[in-house]
């Protein structure tokens, strides 16, 4: 190991009189969300998430969550950075598009109207009130109606093999749904990057959307993994780096051939972000269901990018049944699957950086186990992306064009030959 970590309780940064909940000012504000209610009870929640998460109960029983971006002493990647102002662009995003698809529906003709986003609304929160600075109460914070469930890694070993089935394909269809939406202004990158302030009105003076974000994929995506990188090396964290680099440079020009940035959640298949729904007991406990289990959302949403759908962690190393739920969920929208295994190749090694590094930003009792995981990963990949030296062209082909689709095209491999086994 390349530097020495100290494991520290996974929830020590939960809780701390430097950053005291102000319940007056909260008070203030939310009378003004909701005038005739008054605020009740407030409970912190236990979570491994970043953000300090709390549950609000209102005078009419109404439940809401108050989360605060992350306190002073969590160490932070550079992606990382911006997760509250993510998230709360994300789900005002995904509301705010399903709401004028609703109100546009009845005039437009059946072969222009857009398919629904598989339910995703109900799977995301939504977002009440956001602040993304620190005027109001010290702290960005945002105020969202309470999602229920529990994290599915605190119940897995409950659920039976066709239940984790049925979750494993409701995940596939999620991923799918959020692959509907496009970034608006055409850019590429994090949603926090590309997406406006939620609730904020555009400038008189603006005539359309400003273009927000990278201009390619390659860029964008290069900006995620040199960030992480850095990352790295800021903590002398051992690790491949201009092997990585140079891996990058020599095949990066297949990144250029995704030009539509489709949106993604980078955790979306993580067990400790994935929430779940059924007959749940005193202790937490699944109980038999006559409804059976249900997927319920995500605890956070603020990995959100725009870019190749194949960079959100349920692709790597997928199950039959989340391939199925992804095609069930609509059309083949992957570009240039023919080469999309060298970019997953790419993705998960990205991946595996993020896990190792990780663990030495915010170690946990079980940080050795997690990194020797992400090592192993990022060995397998760097293996396999040494193979393509004599396989891979590193003459950049041709940008497919409108013409090129007009004619006979040989049949294109399904997405499920593009899974790297471990």
Known sequence: MSSSRTAIPPHQHLTSLMYALPVRRLKEILSHVFPDETLGPVEELKTTQLSRLYSLTMSDDRKLMLSFAPSLSVHLLRHEAAILSSEAKLAYFVTESDQRLESQEPNLTEADQVPKHAGLSALIPKLLKHSPNNREMAYPYSIFELTTGVPLSTVAIYLSLPERRLIDKQIGLMARALASFISPSGGFGSVNRVLPVPFM????????????????????????????????????????????????????????????????????????????????????????????????????WSQGIFGDALLADCFDDPSEVCLEGWREGGEDIIEDEDNARVRMLLYRCFRAVVTIVTEYYRPQSDSSRRELEGRRKLTSALGEIEKLGTTVSDTPKRRRSVADDVGPKRQRPRLESMSISS
Do not use: C
């Open 201 to 300: 009105k555009p400038a008189p003076t603006s005539t359309a959307l400003e273009t927000m974000g990278s201009m390619s994929w390659s860029d964008a995506f290069h900006g995620l993994l040199e960030g992480v990188l850095r990352d790295g090396e800021d903590k002398a964290v051992l690790l491949p780096y201009e092997v990585i680099r140079a891996h990058y440079k020599r095949l990066s020009y297949h990144l250029d051939s995704v030009l539509v940035p489709r949106l993604l959640v980078l955790d979306i298949g993580n067990d400790r972000n994935v929430m779940v729904e059924r007959g749940l007991d005193e202790e937490g406990s699944l109980q038999p269901s006559a409804e059976g289990v249900r997927l319920a959302g995500l605890r956070s």
